[in-house]
């Protein structure tokens, strides 16, 4: 046994009496079980001396957790086992309660933590205020939480949530990931791209480090792939207490999904029961909208109140945590994929579920990697009719024909790892010494094709050299927290002097939407956009808002008065502010150009290439652009400023809803292409018509 593990034994012992003078207090109605299982709560661990009334309000509650009933038999397991797979219905107590259960079983040393990954962001910080408060700490304090551009931790953090991305980043400047003893992978099921690619670093590292233990948790019941993987792990089963839930379908298939989400709400608000309504939207545009059509249908059909609430990743903490509030009226939450398994929300008895869900897609052909809408799978359709019947027995609304869920779904979404595009993670990969991904430990590898593109795309980049090493480029790219491409263009803005520039273009890529455009104000804000719009296109005008906010000293009512989202402004700066503190670290210069010289603009244009190189379209005809490499016949999304049509423009993002949309576009020249990116547009692997375009300004150009 190693020596850690000695000191934590003894620890326990000394330990012992203490805590059971505590239990006793603590849990007046706690069964023999749990008094056996907090036994071992570590000593070093912050005791009070009293706890407040909200802290033994919750405790109650959580004992009823299914989980607990399990309290003693998985602190055996993990104790007896380097790995331990669990599943558990949503809403059993997972994330919330192992952390804790792994805490009181005292398996982590004084200065180590307990890392419990999330694929999202707002579950991530939703679950660490919740369970600080369960442990009745201060949020930031004991408990913490890491996602990419914030982190809220402490010294003293020995339990932390932190999005898998963000363990992924931690491993590569602590390839053994010293800092934590044990490490929960939760919500395993979502098999999102870097929860994939650490079950791999996991794995490996598990072999030279005897004292890490590792706990995969899921909501669905694909545990036997992780046991399997995990070569022979056990497997302890948190029985669900699902009420029972009766599903309804459509007759005939419904034309538009928003208006029948709204109008399935009403109905439901009219004629049920009492009970939360729960309604599956796909974006943040939709679920603001329609929970905003709800509230007028409910005040223009004069019926009884009813609270609706959007949920979705970027929305701020304050506002994602009304939905845990209880209300007098009904609740509606409108929400993202996010409700599906990563946050419970109680007393939910509705669910309307329109069937679909943005999706990452990948062609490696193209290069593309696009978020669509797309149809659910019936995994997913299970799971969110699940969340109809944790309190009472509920109904679960699907907007589609009994026959669609049987014939057009398929059984199981599809691991990230096989719909997206490598770049990002097999430079990560990479700078972690990983040079033979083909053998790589991956769970489902991705297709070869897939990663002879990223290696492609890295080497386009500058950041693999003709031999696939890494060059210093890449070296420092990979530190960034971005996609390569954005990576690259600011390591090129330094020698073009214009590192301050794109500093502020990438923070304002990175950040929320800044633009805001209140329903009943939509002309007034669009108008007031335009004071902003730069002749060149959309990235510049991303840069005169920002200087407007920093010459306007920040201020939230100069913000309302101009349409901006004040908030997602002063994340934009303090990204930028993390993005310039890489960029000195290595030593590249925060610089600007002469604002009235002609290469001002020029400069930063070029950098925007050197990244996005990849996203550019060439005009067709009238207002037609088609994108290179891929040809697809796209338009200018209508939030553009850019009102020309230049030969050739640069696009940050290709959106598909009832148009082929491009969004943040701007004006570039062909030449530029060719001087930042020539091994790319040389290559003979394209097709036919962005072939002869090439070729055609190749010659012209010369
Ligand atoms: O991870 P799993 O879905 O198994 O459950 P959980 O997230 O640990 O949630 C267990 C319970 O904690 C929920 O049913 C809620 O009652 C409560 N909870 C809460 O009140 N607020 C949160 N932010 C998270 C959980
Ligand atoms: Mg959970």
Known sequence: MSKRKNDSGDTNKKAMKKQELETTEISTNSSTTDNKANLNINDWIPKKETYSKRYYEILEKRKELPVWKQKEDFINMVKKNQVVVLVGETGSGKTTQIPQFVVDAGLISPGKMVGVTQPRRVAAISVAKRVSEEMDFELGQEVGYSIRFEE?????????????????????????????????LDEAHER?????????????????????????????LEAGKFQKYFEGAPLIKVPGRLHPVEIFYTEKAERDYLEAAIRTVVEIHKHEDEGDILVFLTGEEEIEDTCAKIQREVREGRLAPLKCLPLYSTLPIYQQSKIFDSVKERKCIVSTNIAETSLTIDGIVYVVDPGFSKQK???????????????????????????AGRTR??????LYTEKAFQEDLIQQ???EILRSNLASVVLQLLKLGVTDLVHFDFMDPPVPDTLIRALEVLHFLGALDDEGQLTKVGTIMAEFPLDPQLSKMLIESSERSCSNEILTISAMLSAPNVFMRPKDNRLEADASKKNFDHFDGDHLTLLNVYHAFKKNGEDPTWCYENFLNHRALKQADSVRSQLARILTRFKLQLVSGDVNSRQ???NIKKCLVAGFFMQVAKLEKKNIYFTLGDEQQVIFHPSTGLTRKPEWVIYNEFVLT????????????????????????????????????IQRNLKYTK
């Open 152 to 184: 809220l931790s402490s010294p003293k953090t020995f339990m932390k949530y932190l999005t898998d991305g963000m363990l992924l980043r931690e491993s590569m400047g602590d390839p053994t990931l010293s800092r934590y003893d044990v490490i929960i």
């Open 600 to 602: 001002y603009y020029q």
């Open 413 to 415: 979404t599809y691991p």
């Open 192 to 220: 999102t791209l870097s929860t994939d690619i650490l079950f791999g670093l996991i794995k490996d590292i598990l072999k030279r480090r005897k004292d890490l233990k590792l706990i995969v948790m899921s909501a669905t």
């Open 658 to 693: 009832s148009e082929n949309y491009i969004r943040t576009v701007t004006d570039i020249k062909f030449e530029w292409l060719s001087e930042v990116a020539p091994g790319y547009i040389k290559q003979k692997s394209f097709p036919k018509k962005t072939k002869e375009a």
């Open 393 to 398: 027995p509920g109904k679960c609304f699907r």
């Open 361 to 387: 897609t990948y062609n490696p052909r193209s290069r593309v990697e696009s978020l669509l809408v797309a149809p659910i799978s019936k995994a997913s359709a299970n799971q969110r009719a699940g969340r």
